[in-house]
């Protein structure tokens, strides 16, 4: 998943642990395997491969019922949550640091669309060449959700799955306590600004801190919006507590792109949240964040 991840199992003998924790992380390693863009026998990358072919490429059971989702979350974002705008990336490098030319940007726009996504419930298309779907906007958060299903199927009652610090919680501490879950720092690298007690559900938190630089006192995330092919900037983080990690995380996500809107739209959505604005300012909405 090219981050840390970490499981926290309780309430079940070492052996069984160790077994239930292998499966666990097989089957992250399964969805890793099967919905990397960056392998070419991967299901998204037989889909991009046939982009502008007019050859529709038939999925699964499973990969349909995530694409199902991301087009639930296109409408549900007014476009702004759309799996076709991974192909940003080859404009977009955080890592070297660099600011792309507005026109380079430009000219992956017409690429980008989820309604030029030919999708039928059973197979799926993509009416232009080079264009992309990319799930790296809610795999990690489905993968933490199958690795936890794993491990209560194995019988154990507590614990964390944590990928890269989207967490989906198997059940409560042994003593049935719940979890003190740490938001991170969007200014202090290593640092927790913020908690959280959870005892089920899930907790994923977006950010401007993860993948960005800052140039010319201009601070450039990762989080792009398709409509325009440029960063958003309005908040340092948001987190949500959600039912599963695939729609905690999915709705971080979307919040980051509305900027301004997010806690309508949060409220909307009936989950609990805590944002943290552009001066560092912590807002929390619910009974279970406490004070």
């Not at 097989?26 to 070419?40: M, N, T």
């Not at 993948?211 to 325009?228: D, K, M, Q, S």
Request: hydrophobic share 45%; aromatic share 6%.
């Amino acid at each position: 998943m090219g981050t840390v991840c970490q499981l926290r199992l309780c309430g079940v003998e070492a052996d069984a642990a160790e077994s239930a924790a292998r499966r666990a992380i097989d089957e992250v390693r399964r969805i890793e395997a099967k919905y990397s863009r960056y392998r070419p026998d991967s299901i998204v990358s037989r889909i991009n491969a046939a982009a502008g072919s007019g050859r529709p490429v038939a999925v699964d059971v499973e990969t349909a019922g995530l694409l199902g989702f991301a087009a639930q979350l296109f409408d549900a974002s007014a476009g702004l949550f759309d799996i076709t705008s991974g192909i940003l990336r080859r404009v977009w490098d955080f890592k070297a640091a660099r600011v792309p030319a507005p026109d380079a940007v430009r000219a992956l726009l017409p690429l980008i669309g989820w309604r030029q996504v030919g999708w039928d419930g059973a197979s799926v298309s993509l009416a232009r060449a080079g264009m992309e779907l990319d799930f790296g906007g809610f795999g990690k958060e489905y993968a933490a959700d199958r690795a936890a299903t794993v491990l209560r199927e194995a019988g154990v009652p507590g614990g964390t799955v944590n990928l890269g610090g989207d967490v989906c919680l198997i059940g409560p501490a042994a003593d049935g306590s719940p979890w003190r879950l740490g938001i991170a720092h969007p200014r202090e690298p290593g640092g927790v600004i913020a908690s959280i007690e959870l005892t089920h559900g899930a907790l994923a938190t977006s950010g401007d801190y993860e993948r960005a630089f800052v140039e010319g006192g201009r601070r450039y995330c990762h989080i792009l919006n398709p409509h325009t092919g440029w960063p958003v900037s309005h908040w340092q983080s948001v987190s949500v507590a959600g039912p599963t990690c695939l729609a905690a995380g999915a709705l971080t996500t979307i919040a980051m792109l509305i900027g301004d809107g997010a806690h309508d739209f949060l409220r909307e959505q009936g989950v609990d949240f805590l944002t943290i604005d552009g001066e560092g300012a912590i807002h929390r909405e619910s009974g279970t964040v406490p004070a």
